[in-house]
């Protein structure tokens, strides 16, 4: 880190800061120039308090060199994070399509949307058992019953699942769910992340529509501070000016978070959108953009759905969109798991 002084500073001042940043076990070494003088700090930065720094009367500037994300950045972790949910693998070149409703509803309904998602190639189910909804008048989710709803699915139809938790709380009716789902609106929930993260088990962490791919990283090393490994990232879109959809996927940030982080990337064209026509082109420019996996919404009956309909495809059209998909993913280099 750089810190960058005033002219006319007092060496008092100076003196200060120099202890300031050593009685933290930090080493500093100054750099008195003609023009400027600079502090050079060294150690193990991401303890400083950079915005403490710069309120100080005479530091002109701060330059993070360091980079700030210890377990989910490539410089202490080159290659690729692959994560292997029961033989299924997500990351490296392996590619994924996790497919289910938006919530659970019914033993039926799962089992039957589950049969059909397996059939088209989705590997993991998704469902929704505790529903983290804007209005607190609409379906909150079934619950617990739910999670045992889906724990039939997995064994059988025999997929892997994964499900999303609102409070730790629930934490006890996870323990036989293969991937714990963070939603959007629990992104910064930072008791929730550190919970989880204990967890050991693969964490799903979608990106909060109003959120920095910088904070959605530093909300994942939550995560694996706490011991986690693997952490599968889902881009599944961010708010912007434009009406037409419910949020606008953020395609951009996939080729710039894989130079950043090893951590594998899935999108979520459904909540991306809004509007399930529009979930197949968006599933293609995903995997153009070079995700990992698409996790999509899939309901047997969308029209009467009792959350998310309007975004959720039929299963026929889920096996068109796997089938396209798997055609073109050895253009990017990657395998179906
Ligand atoms: C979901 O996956 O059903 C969901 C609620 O998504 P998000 O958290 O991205 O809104
Ligand atoms: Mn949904």
């Not at 995560?223 to 990232?233: F, H």
């Not at 999108?267 to 698409?294: F, I, N």
Request: charged letters at 25%; a neutral charge; proline letters at 4%.
């Amino acid at each position: 880190m750089i810190i960058r002084i005033k002219r006319g500073y007092e060496t008092k001042q100076l003196d200060n800061l120099i202890e300031l940043i050593k009685s933290q076990g930090l080493g500093v070494e100054p750099t008195v120039g003609t023009e400027y003088t600079v502090l050079a700090v060294t150690g193990d930065t991401n303890i400083i308090d950079i915005d403490r720094i710069r309120a100080i009367d005479i530091v002109d500037g701060v330059i993070r060199i360091k980079e700030p994300f210890k377990y989910t950045g490539r410089v202490n972790h080159e290659e690729n994070t692959i994560v292997n949910v029961s033989g299924v693998k997500i990351g490296g070149n392996n590619f994924a399509f996790i497919a289910g409703p938006c919530s659970v509803e019914s033993e039926r309904q799962i089992i039957e949307i589950a049969k059909a998602v397996k059939k088209a190639g989705a590997k993991i189910l998704r469902g929704g058992a505790f529903k983290p909804r804007t209005s607190p008048y609409t379906f909150q989710g079934i619950g617990k019953e739910g999670i045992e709803i889906l724990l039939k699915a997995k064994k059988e139809v025999g997929l892997p699942i994964v499900t999303e938790i609102t409070s730790v709380k629930y934490l006890d009716a996870y323990s036989d769910v293969d991937i714990i789902q963070i939603g959007a609106r629990n992104m910064q929930n930072y008791e929730l992340l550190k919970e989880v993260g204990k967890t050991g088990k693969p964490i799903l962490l979608k990106r909060g529509f109003c959120n920095t791919t910088e904070e959605w990283l530093m909300s994942a090393e939550y995560v694996m501070s706490e011991g986690a490994k693997d952490v599968i990232l889902c881009e599944r879109g961010i708010r912007s000016f434009e009406p037409l959809t419910r949020n606008t996927l953020d395609l951009s940030s996939i080729p710039m978070l894989k130079e950043i982080t090893h951590l594998p990337i899935i999108a979520d064209p459904s909540h991306a959108s809004g509007v399930a026509r529009a979930v197949k082109p968006l599933s293609l420019a995903a995997v153009g953009a070079g995700v990992d996996g698409l996790m999509i919404e899939v309901h047997n009956d969308p029209e009467n759905a009792l959350c998310d309909g309007a975004q959720s495809v039929k299963p026929e059209l889920f096996k068109d969109i796997a089938d396209t998909v798997k055609k073109v993913l050895p253009i990017y280099g990657k395998v179906l798991s």
